[in-house]
C-alpha cells in the first residue's frame, strides 16, 4: 500500500493524464495508470502538478509590517529604508516569530515550500537573526528555509557589522550576504565584495548578495562579484541578487560581463514585483522598467530564478507570498512572451530557484521528494495566465494544504453558466 497516489495529471514539461505514486516521503513512480493502492489517492484529472514553488529572495524579518510605526507615503526606496530603520528599535524576537509564522502559512497555501530569506544582522542583538533561527527549525517539517546574512546598511559603513556578520554565522546562518552598492564607495564596494566572497570560502558557505540594487549605469559590482567567485573557485556557490544596474549599462560592457558571469557560474536573481515599483524613480520618460537582464541571461545559460523580496512591508504595500504572480510580473517585464519563454518564467519560480537554493531531491521523477503542488489549470500558460487556487499542496507525502477550486455562477436569463476561466471551457 502506499501512502500517496495523485491521478491523472498534466505535467509542466507537457506530459498529460498521468499518475504520481509517492512513498515514504519520495516519489517512486510516475506513469500513466497506476495499479497500486494507496492510503490517500487524490483525483486531479486535467489539472497541472509541479514542483512546489521556491522564493529565492525574501525578507521575513521585515515581512507583514505594513503601517508599523506608519505607512510608507511616497513608497520609494529611500522611505523605505528610513521606515525600517524607525521600526527597528521596536522590534522583537516573538513579534518577528509571529509574523513570519503567519507568511509561512500563506507561502504554504500558495504552494511555496522553499524560502531563501534575507536577514538584517544591523541592529547588534540579532533578535532577527534568532527569530528566524527559530522558525527555520519550526517549519523544518514544511518549508525548507536557508538563512542570508544580510548586512542592510552596510558591511564596511558600519564597523559594528563586522562583527555581527561572524556572529550570526556562528549561530548557523547559511549563507553570506552583502549590500556593496550601498557602501560608502565604489572601492569599498569592491573590498566589501572580496572581504565577504573570502569569508565564504573560509567558512565553506554560499555567497547570496544585493549586488548593484541600482539605476546606476556605471556601477560595477556584479562584475567584482564574478571575478572573485571564480578567483576563490566559488562555481555555482555564488548568486548575484536584484543587479538592476545590468538593466542601465552600455550594451558592449555587458556583452563582456554576462560570459565573466556564466564563467564564474553565477546564480541571478531577479525580483519583478520589487523592481518594477522601485527602480528608475529619477526618471522622467523615457522611464526605466529597472529589471535586470533576465532574457539574456538567460539566453547565455546563467541560471535565473526569482524572488518575491517583500509583501507587505516598508518598501512594498502589496502581495499574498504568489510565486505565480512574481512570475507573472516578470514575464511582462521582461517580454519574455514566447511559448518557451514562458515555460522559463515558470522555470524561475520552480526548477532554476531550486538550483540557486541548492535544493536535494528536487522535481517530479522517482527518487525526488515527495513535495508537489495541484494548480487549477491544464498547463503552464493557463497557472500564469490565471494564477488559479493551489487544490492541494503537498509534502513528503501528505498533504500540508487544500483549497477549493474557483468557479463562479453567472447567471443570465433562466440560464446558469459555471465560469472558471479555463479555455477551452
Ligand atoms: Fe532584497
Given at each position: 500500500m502506499l501512502d500517496c497516489l495523485i491521478r491523472g495529471v498534466n505535467l509542466p514539461d507537457g506530459r498529460k493524464g498521468v499518475d504520481i505514486a509517492i512513498n515514504e516521503g519520495r516519489i517512486v513512480e510516475v506513469a500513466p495508470c497506476i495499479g497500486a493502492k494507496a492510503a490517500q489517492e487524490i483525483d486531479a484529472s486535467g489539472c497541472l502538478a509541479t514542483p512546489p514553488f521556491v522564493d529565492s529572495h525574501f525578507h521575513m524579518d521585515a515581512?507583514?509590517?505594513?503601517?508599523?510605526?506608519?505607512?510608507?507615503?511616497?513608497?520609494t526606496l529611500l522611505e523605505g529604508i528610513a521606515l525600517w530603520g524607525e521600526l527597528k528599535p521596536h522590534l522583537t524576537v516573538e513579534a518577528i516569530k509571529e509574523r513570519a509564522r503567519q507568511l509561512c502559512r500563506w507561502a504554504i497555501a500558495k504552494g511555496t515550500l522553499a524560502i531563501r530569506s534575507h536577514v538584517d544582522i544591523?541592529?547588534?542583538?540579532?533578535l532577527a537573526v534568532q527569530a528566524l533561527l527559530d522558525i527555520r527549525e519550526e517549519f523544518k517539517p514544511y518549508i525548507d528555509l536557508q538563512l542570508v546574512a544580510f548586512p542592510q546598511d552596510g558591511y564596511l559603513r558600519h564597523e559594528k557589522n563586522r562583527g555581527n556578520m561572524e556572529r550570526a554565522l556562528d549561530m548557523g546562518v547559511d549563507v553570506v550576504g552583502g549590500i556593496p552598492h550601498f557602501e560608502r564607495t565604489m572601492a569599498e564596494g569592491a573590498l566589501s565584495v572580496k572581504l565577504l566572497c573570502e569569508l565564504a570560502e573560509r567558512r565553506g558557505l554560499p555567497v547570496d548578495m544585493h549586488c548593484?540594487?541600482?539605476?546606476?549605469?556605471?556601477?560595477r559590482h556584479v562584475e567584482t562579484l564574478a571575478y572573485h567567485a571564480n578567483r576563490l573557485r566559488l562555481q555555482g556557490r555564488v548568486t548575484g541578487s536584484h543587479l538592476t544596474s545590468m538593466h542601465s549599462m552600455d550594451n558592449y560592457y555587458v556583452s563582456k560581463l554576462i560570459p565573466l558571469m556564466k564563467e564564474a557560474g553565477l546564480n541571478a536573481v531577479a525580483n519583478p514585483l520589487i523592481n518594477i515599483t522601485l527602480q528608475?524613480?529619477?526618471?522622467?520618460?523615457?522611464?526605466?522598467?529597472?529589471?535586470?537582464r533576465v532574457k539574456e541571461l538567460m539566453a547565455a545559460g546563467i541560471n535565473v530564478s526569482f524572488g518575491?523580496?517583500?509583501?507587505?512591508d516598508p518598501w512594498y504595500s502589496f502581495g499574498s507570498h504568489d510565486m505565480l504572480e512574481v512570475a507573472h510580473m516578470g514575464l511582462h517585464v521582461a517580454q519574455m512572451t514566447g511559448v518557451a519563454e514562458m515555460r522559463r518564467m515558470f522555470d524561475a519560480v520552480t526548477v532554476n530557484g531550486a538550483r540557486t537554493l541548492g535544493l536535494e531531491g528536487y522535481g517530479l521523477e522517482p527518487g525526488c521528494r515527495g513535495d508537489m503542488v495541484i494548480i487549477q489549470a491544464g498547463d503552464v500558460h493557463e497557472a500564469l495566465r490565471l494564477r488559479p487556487p493551489r487544490l492541494y499542496v503537498i509534502r513528503r507525502g501528505r498533504i500540508v494544504s487544500r483549497m477549493m477550486p474557483a468557479v463562479a455562477r453567472v447567471s443570465l436569463g433562466n440560464a446558469v453558466y459555471e465560469v472558471d476561466f479555463r479555455y477551452p471551457a
Open positions: 515581512t507583514l509590517t505594513y503601517g508599523q510605526p506608519r505607512i510608507n507615503e511616497s513608497g544591523g541592529d547588534e542583538r540579532l548593484d540594487e541600482s539605476d546606476d549605469p556605471l556601477s528608475g524613480r529619477h526618471d522622467t520618460y523615457p522611464k526605466r522598467r529597472g529589471m535586470t518575491h523580496d517583500c509583501v507587505m
